[in-house]
Every structure is written in structure tokens, then in C-alpha cells.
């Protein structure tokens, strides 16, 4: 991510949601992307925290714990501004990854739930319901299967 600041691609400490951004001379691009579509917004490279919060539980399940940690803030930063209205949470669906600045409609509950759920992550040092996934409970008779959340 470092050289995606330095050349301002980037600013903020999240990955966006699309790696390399598609640009009006690649052969994926579309018209239709110059309005809404742009590198870094939405589909094109945006910022999601919905796609931040199974990030941060990545990093915990990495045993990447101080990293985890460090992304978690960075996520809390980037859910508490607003798009539409004032809120104290805005709970964005995307923010642009040049600007930072919140998009997309606010209050979005898998924004939400996908912080809570990385906060959960850190704080426990677990990521629960994927940790019984890699373990043996995923292979078990249907009878038998009660994940632990």
C-alpha cells in the first residue's frame, strides 16, 4: 500500500475493494464508468468497510494481531463520517480511495455489523464462527454441527 501513497492512488490505510483500478485506456473500461464508475469509486477500486471488516479478521486470524489492531482503527475512522446527513456513525457503503471522503448511501448494516464483527476479532484475538469453519467442524454429519459464535 505504500506505493499506492506515494503516487496518491491511495489515501487512506484500508485496501480498496479493486486492485489496479481499471482506467479509460484499459479494455475493461465502460462509458458508463467516467460518471460512475471512476478509479477509486465504487466497483473501481472504492474503499468498502463492509470488505475493511473481513480485512481486519484476516489479519487476526493471520495472528497478525498489531496490524489487526492498526486496520481497526483505520476502519473506525472510516465509518464514523457521514454522506447524506449528519450522524455520528455514517456507516458508509464505500468511500473513494484518492480522497477518502464517504459515498454511497448511509447507515449501511453490513458496514455496521462488519465493524462490530472486527472489533469482536481484535478484541477476542479470534474471528468466531470462521475459526470453527477451519477446524474440524466444518467436516462434521450436519447433526453435529453447531458453530460457536
Given at each position: 500500500?505504500?506505493?499506492?501513497?506515494?503516487?496518491?492512488?491511495l489515501?487512506?490505510?484500508?485496501?480498496?475493494?479493486?486492485?489496479?483500478?481499471?482506467?479509460?485506456e484499459?479494455?475493461?473500461?465502460?462509458?458508463?464508468?467516467?460518471h460512475?464508475?471512476?478509479?477509486?469509486?465504487?466497483?473501481?477500486?472504492?474503499?468498502?468497510?463492509?470488505?475493511?471488516?473481513?480485512?481486519?479478521?484476516?489479519?487476526?486470524a493471520?495472528?497478525?494481531?498489531?496490524?489487526?489492531?492498526?486496520?481497526?482503527?483505520?476502519l473506525t475512522?472510516?465509518?464514523?463520517?457521514?454522506?447524506?446527513r449528519?450522524?455520528?456513525?455514517?456507516?458508509?457503503?464505500?468511500?473513494?480511495?484518492?480522497?477518502?471522503?464517504?459515498?454511497?448511501?448511509d447507515?449501511?448494516?453490513?458496514?455496521a455489523?462488519?465493524?462490530?464483527?472486527a472489533?469482536?476479532?481484535?478484541?477476542?484475538?479470534?474471528?468466531?464462527?470462521?475459526?470453527?469453519?477451519?477446524?474440524?467442524?466444518?467436516?462434521?454429519p450436519?447433526?453435529?454441527?453447531?458453530?460457536v459464535?
Open positions: 500500500m505504500k506505493n499506492l501513497h506515494e503516487t496518491g492512488q489515501s487512506g490505510y484500508l485496501p480498496p475493494c479493486l486492485f489496479p483500478y481499471i482506467h479509460p484499459d479494455p475493461d473500461w465502460r462509458a458508463r464508468y467516467e460512475f464508475n471512476r478509479p477509486g469509486d465504487y466497483h473501481n477500486g472504492g474503499v468498502w468497510p463492509f470488505v475493511c471488516g473481513f480485512h481486519v479478521a484476516a489479519r487476526v493471520a495472528g497478525r494481531h498489531r496490524l489487526a489492531r492498526e486496520k481497526l482503527v483505520a475512522e472510516a465509518v464514523r463520517p457521514w454522506h447524506e449528519e450522524l455520528r456513525w455514517g456507516f458508509n457503503e464505500w468511500l473513494n480511495a484518492q480522497t477518502g471522503r464517504p459515498s454511497g448511501r447507515r449501511q448494516t453490513w458496514s455489523s462488519m465493524y462490530l464483527y472489533v469482536v476479532c481484535v478484541e477476542r484475538k479470534t474471528t468466531p464462527f470462521f475459526d470453527w469453519i477451519r477446524s474440524d467442524g466444518g467436516n462434521r450436519a447433526s453435529q454441527r453447531t458453530p459464535l
